[in-house]
């Protein structure tokens, strides 16, 4: 199985900040990388597939980067909204595999 | 637009069986996959396994593998997930969401039902 490891596990920060959120895969996945946001009591919700495609709906202030086994989600002014757990997901191979989180919260 | 929406919670006894569905709408059923993800409390997503709604082949993560059961009824627009033999650590949050399927798809799971609580107590 294909592992997924994020850093950091948690984050503090402001409004306005640039945030950025690291994920690596234990073996190479191409660009077979995506990246969801969760709130409390929700659903997960698609931001970023094949790496650096912005999902339908999703604000520009997302992007995603990488190839391989290396992949980067950043946010480029964190909104009040965006306070979040943040997961990367491999849909290279199965079975697919999630990192272990990113939790976001307000500094 | 695009709907997956589950059927409600449940309480199940351990050793008990749970069968959770999925009714899709707003898309061709048969056109997509759906997988089944599931989340323990303050644990991270867990996938365990996805059917082709078309013509319903299945795989199954080796750590459900003998319990789960994935099945859909083309008709009904809807997926169902079958889990046997539950124990305490079966409780969380399941979720069906869909996946585009074929040469041209960079699977990603771009909607997702609302999640059904299984509780699994004595």
């Known amino acids: 199985d294909i592992q997924m490891t994020q850093s950091p596990s948690s984050l503090s920060a402001s409004v306005g900040d640039r945030v950025t959120i690291t994920c690596r895969a234990s073996q190479t996945i191409s660009n077979y990388l995506n990246w969801y946001q969760q709130k409390p009591g929700e659903a997960p919700k698609l931001l970023i597939y094949?790496?650096?495609s912005l999902h339908s709906g999703v604000p520009s202030r997302f992007s995603g980067s990488g190839s391989g086994t290396d992949f980067t989600l950043t946010i480029s002014s964190l909104q009040p909204e965006d306070f979040a757990t943040y997961y990367c997901?491999?849909?290279?191979?199965?079975?697919?595999?999630f990192g272990q989180g990113t939790k976001v919260d307000i500094k | 637009q695009v709907q997956l929406v589950q059927s409600g919670a449940e309480v199940k006894k351990p050793g008990a069986s749970v069968k959770v569905s999925c009714k899709a709408s707003?898309?061709?059923?048969?056109?997509?996959?759906i997988h089944w993800v599931r989340q323990a409390p303050g644990q991270r997503l867990e996938w365990m396994g996805w059917?082709?709604?078309?013509?319903?082949?299945?795989k199954y993560s080796q750590k459900f593998q003998g319990r789960i059961t994935i099945t859909r009824d083309t008709s009904a627009s809807t997926a169902y997930m079958d889990l046997s033999s539950l124990g305490s650590e079966d409780t969380a949050v399941y979720y069906c969401?869909?996946?585009?399927?074929?040469?041209?798809?960079?699977?990603?799971?771009?909607?997702w039902g609302q999640g059904t609580l299984v509780t699994v107590s004595s």
């Open positions: 707003g898309y061709t059923f048969s056109n997509y996959a």
């Open positions: 094949a790496a650096s």
């Open positions: 969401v869909r996946d585009c399927i074929g040469n041209s798809c960079y699977s990603h799971f771009d909607y």
């Open positions: 997901q491999q849909g290279y191979s199965i079975p697919r595999t």
């Open positions: 059917i082709i709604a078309g013509n319903g082949n299945t």
